[in-house]
């Protein structure tokens, strides 16, 4: 079986939380910090790390105050998690077409989706390329909204050669198994406010207020700690911080990795008509995460369950977050997103990840070409 990702796992992450594990921290102690000095390195930004990639969203959400009635636009190819912590806010979810080469959220059409109630414009870093964020920062700008950038494919790459983390208002990402680097669970947020970060990091820490200066209670002892918003508890543990910061240290070989993998398929592809494979945009450096095929929509079933047949775990990225039952009324909308139908039903997401050898992928290709040649 060839499974669509997954992570990898060296003797030195095994060793670096055994360490962790014969330490006197489970949960929050230094090496928390240590993997937020790692990420914000990487993300050329100050840092939090909390407990999931859905987590970092809902705690953006919370940093510029989501609130009902506020209006969010996203793109529908994502994962859901990018409108349901919005949602669990209150807001109102507003979707903007994507590009139907690249799966990116196209900024004319969140242009015209901006409305006096738009809080912020969430772009997706679709398979890991950076959206174009020069346009939507523009258009964020002139409205006067938040920009938010959903890196969770996306860590590692660059845009006009500022590293995703530094380019948007808040970014947030996700260290879930199959991401570009992984903490089993995990998930950071990025910001060079300092104020949005100080919301984000207290929202994932119950809301508690620690520094004295900011007490609205000052009769109590030294133990006292208070709360002005609530928060949740979306910490990550010490344990799992000590798999990150030695993932981190790999970063670099597993962006080499997937991209010789990107470039084997685009090869192997190349002659095939029947095969379309993802515009890939310049001015940037990506650390790719997903690989995306485009087929005939008709042949998109038959395609997917013959490589599922053989073994290969393929996937298809995404459902258009509208077409989710929660969203009411997703069967009128359908036709005012002819970009996001079209590339969700050819889409198919082949096996990916730094680990995937040669001879696999070899299958793997092999496998697809014989399909879609019938
Ligand atoms: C994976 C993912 C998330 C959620 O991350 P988790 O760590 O799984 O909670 C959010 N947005 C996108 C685009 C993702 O791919």
Redesign the pocket.
């Known amino acids: 079986m060839i499974p669509y990702g997954r992570q990898s796992i060296s003797s030195t992450d095994i060793d670096a939380v055994v360490e962790a594990l014969q330490g006197d921290f489970l949960t929050t102690g230094p090496l928390v910090e240590k993997f937020e000095k790692s990420i914000s390195i990487l993300s050329d930004a100050p840092s939090v790390a909390v407990s ?6 809902h705690c953006a959400y919370a940093a510029i105050g989501v609130e009902p009635g506020d209006e969010i636009i996203t793109p529908p190819i ?2 859901i ?2 409108q349901a912590t919005a949602a669990l806010f209150g807001a109102s979810i507003r979707f903007a077409d994507v590009d139907k080469f690249t799966g990116l959220m196209d900024p004319t059409e969140v242009e015209s989706k901006i409305s006096k109630k738009t809080k912020a414009i969430v772009a ?1 870093d ?1 398979a890991g390329q950076v959206c174009e964020m020069e346009q939507l920062r523009k258009i964020a700008d002139k409205y006067g909204v938040y920009l938010i950038e ?1 890196a ?2 996306s860590l590692g790459s660059t845009y006009f050669g500022q590293n995703v983390g530094s380019i948007a208002d808040i970014t ?1 990402f ?3 198994p ?2 570009n680097a992984t903490t089993g ?3 950071a947020i990025s910001s060079h406010d300092p104020e949005l970060l100080d919301k984000a990091r207290k929202f994932a820490r119950q809301g508690l207020v620690r520094n004295k200066e900011s007490f609205r209670i000052q009769s109590e002892g030294i133990w006292h700690q208070e709360v002005h918003r609530f928060g949740l508890n979306y910490r990550l543990p010490d344990v799992l911080c000590a798999l990150g910061i030695s993932q981190f240290a790999r970063l670099h070989e597993f962006k080499a990795k997937r991209q010789t993998i990107f470039d084997r398929y685009v090869s192997a592809f190349e002659s095939e008509s029947s095969v379309q494979t993802i515009k890939v945009l310049p001015n940037r450096s990506t650390h790719w ?1 997903l690989f995306p095929i485009f087929v005939e929509k008709n042949q998109r079933m038959r395609v997917f369950n013959g490589l599922r047949e053989s073994g290969i775990m393929v996937q298809v ?1 995404y459902l258009p977050a509208y077409r989710h039952p929660v969203f009411k009324n997703s069967d009128d909308i359908r036709g005012e997103f002819p970009n996001s139908e079209q590339f969700y039903e050819s889409e198919i997401s082949l096996p990916m990840y730094s680990d995937l050898s040669s001879r696999d992928q070899d299958v793997v290709i092999e496998k697809v070409l014989n399909l879609v040649r019938v």
């Open positions: 999931s990639g859905t987590a970092a969203l994502t994962f998690a990018t997706v679709y959903d969770a494919h947030t996700s260290f879930f199959t991401k669970e995990g998930g995460h990225n």
